[in-house]
């Protein structure tokens, strides 16, 4: 890509090549900031990033063939197995495993969180594994491995792969210099930044680099936060003061308009050649997985780099994958429903299934079905249940905690009211409060909404304007996101939600 600082006048008559720093030859191209000599970028690429993921999905691989290896000789020694039994299963635990963040150097795989996704995800890998090897790599043939040897591998897989990356985890956080932000700021954005990585619980180090020349020396927000280290022309001095590599990623918090256009090729060039620089948008993204409010404009669905298409190849499978799951769930939920209903019914009087009219896609109304939780004609009385509400009945408790409450809205989905991941269906009243007060709250009705979805599984219950603001955030990052693998990731999540009765 060509240098655009080349072709900008930087004094008096037309540059010279020969002596002018700005268009030297690629490899020995630096970049004048201000009246300061010009200064090189270094190298930042943290190779870590990288051959992390590399090295883990190797000792996976490794240690899924060890050990189906080892239990096939002493248990299964006189039977045959082939490549499908060594190469299917890791692939497809892998691919899960990259979806709850099994492969990212940052992740905290040492999380309870992590572990119980872990053990879902090889699982689940498991078993269409299994699925794949059996009804497809072996089918027909006369001579297979034993299903107990498959089981058990797995078994030991999902143990001995927790077990190295929690050793890893721990080994590499003592190994590895204290990183952090440098965020290039200017007074508003600055100080939203900085709130929002507080209310986060951002644990990287923030270093503030300021736009304007009066906000050196003074905090970001108010006493105890950070203050402006130093002004936006001291930027490639201050990323060269060590020589160890200290930052984790360049966040620009700052209109690109109050920035010299000599700044901005220096950001794009330590960004394609060294350090990640992301704005709010793509820092929310990358790092929080959802969306910030106050960067957002009304022309933000129309901007490139959505996934979301009408009449794509994408929703009509996702459309088919709903109508089949939940086609399924009906049918192999239906004992338990009838159970359900007679547990409702001896507890308290009044109608089994509970209706309300909630806002689907493009802000069409249909009425949503759930088993009754609650006493009946209660929901009246507030628009929020609390943690431990005396509306709820002892049925229902159980009901919300196993989220069984929500088997009912199969039906939905069946009728395209829903869709099994998505955006909360929320009642209309609940709606037309939040429209009044929460910006862009109208852009969650461009999808379906969804029994599950990214807000549900990483945000706890909210029961406030505020937690729905936090919420919206995530349910506009899945829009933009639109994916079937961000629908794995979501499936997974939901069931760690379910097995650990999470949320209300």
Same mark, same amino acid.
């Given at each position: 890509?060509?240098?655009? =600082? ?7 008559g037309?540059?010279? #090549?020969?002596?002018?720093? /700005?268009?030297r ?8 900031i201000?009246?300061e000599t ?7 690429i ?18 899924w ?9 002493? +248990? ?5 197995? !082939?490549?499908?039994? @060594? ?41 269409? !594994? ?16 034993s ?12 143990? /001995? ?19 952090? @932000? ?7 954005q ?22 304007? #020349?009066?906000?050196?020396g ?11 280290? *130093? ?14 590599n ?11 308009s109050?920035l ?5 090729s ?12 992301? =704005?709010?948008?793509?820092?929310y993204?990358t ?21 979301? /298409?009408?009449?794509?190849? +994408?929703?009509?499978?996702k459309?088919? +994958? ?18 359900i209903? *007679?547990?409702?019914r ?20 249909? &009425?949503?079905?759930?088993?009754? &939780?609650?006493? *009946? !004609? ?14 709820? &009945? ?9 989220r ?6 199969? +039906? ?6 829903? =869709? @099994?991941?998505? #955006?909360r ?13 929460? #910006? ?7 999808v ?8 549900? /599984?990483?945000?706890? %219950? ?11 955030? %995530?349910d506009l990052y ?11 990731s ?15």
């Amino acid at each position: 890509m060509p240098d655009i =600082s080349s072709r900008m006048p930087m004094g008096t008559g037309d540059p010279d #090549p020969e002596t002018d720093p /700005v268009i030297r030859s690629e490899e020995q191209a630096v970049v004048p900031i201000g009246g300061e000599t010009p200064i090189r970028p270094g190298k930042f690429i943290p190779v870590i990033h990288w051959l992390y993921p590399l090295i883990l999905f190797a000792a996976d691989l490794a240690t899924w063939v060890v050990s189906y290896t080892v239990l096939a000789l002493v +248990f299964d020694k006189y039977q045959n197995y !082939g490549a499908s039994e @060594l190469l299917l299963p890791p692939l497809v635990i892998g691919f899960l495993l990259s979806l709850v963040g099994g492969y990212k150097y940052l992740g905290d795989t040492a999380a309870l969180r992590y572990a119980a996704e872990h053990f879902i995800a090889c699982i689940v890998g498991l078993t269409v !594994g299994l699925v794949l090897v059996y009804l497809f790599a072996t089918y027909g043939a006369s001579v297979y491995s034993s299903r107990g040897i498959f089981l058990f591998s797995g078994i030991i897989f999902s143990v /001995v792969s927790l077990a190295y990356r929690r050793f890893l985890w721990f080994a590499l956080g003592r190994l590895r210099p204290k990183r952090g @932000l440098l965020v290039l700021a200017d007074k508003f954005q600055g100080r939203q930044f900085y709130r929002a990585c507080m209310s986060q619980g951002q644990s990287l180090e923030l270093e503030f680099i300021a736009t304007e #020349p009066e906000l050196v020396g003074k905090p970001v927000d108010g006493r105890g936060s950070p203050l402006f280290e *130093a002004f936006v022309d001291d930027l490639p001095r201050r990323l060269h003061a060590h020589p160890e590599n200290i930052h984790e990623a360049i966040v620009v918090a700052a209109k690109d308009s109050s920035l010299d256009p000599r700044i901005l090729s220096f950001l794009a060039s330590v960004h394609f050649q060294d350090l990640p620089v992301y =704005s709010i948008l793509t820092f929310y993204e990358t790092y929080w997985e959802k969306m910030p409010l106050h960067m957002l404009t009304p022309t933000w669905p129309l901007q490139a780099g959505f996934h979301l /298409v009408k009449h794509s190849a +994408f929703a009509a499978a996702k459309r088919f +994958f709903d109508i089949v799951v939940s086609g399924l769930g009906v049918v192999l939920s239906a004992p338990l429903m009838l159970v359900i209903v *007679a547990l409702i019914r001896l507890e308290s009087p009044g109608p089994v299934i509970f209706r309300q009219t909630r806002v689907g896609q493009h802000r069409r109304l249909f &009425t949503l079905l759930k088993f009754r &939780t609650m006493r *009946a !004609g209660s929901e009246e009385l507030g628009i929020y249940t609390e943690k431990k509400d005396s509306r709820i &009945t002892r049925v229902g408790r159980l009901l919300r905690a196993m989220r069984f409450d929500e088997l009912p809205q199969f +039906f939905n989905v069946l009728r395209g009211d829903m =869709s @099994l991941i998505g #955006p909360r269906a929320e009642w209309i009243k609940c709606v037309e409060q939040y429209e009044e007060i929460i #910006p862009h709250y109208h852009f969650r009705h461009l999808v379906r909404p969804g029994i599950t979805g990214w807000a549900q /599984v990483n945000y706890p %219950y909210g029961a406030s304007t505020e937690d729905a603001i936090e919420k919206l955030m %995530y349910d506009l990052y899945y829009i933009r996101n639109f994916s079937l693998t961000l629908d794995a990731s979501v499936t997974l999540k939901t069931i760690h939600t379910m097995i650990f009765g999470k949320g209300q």
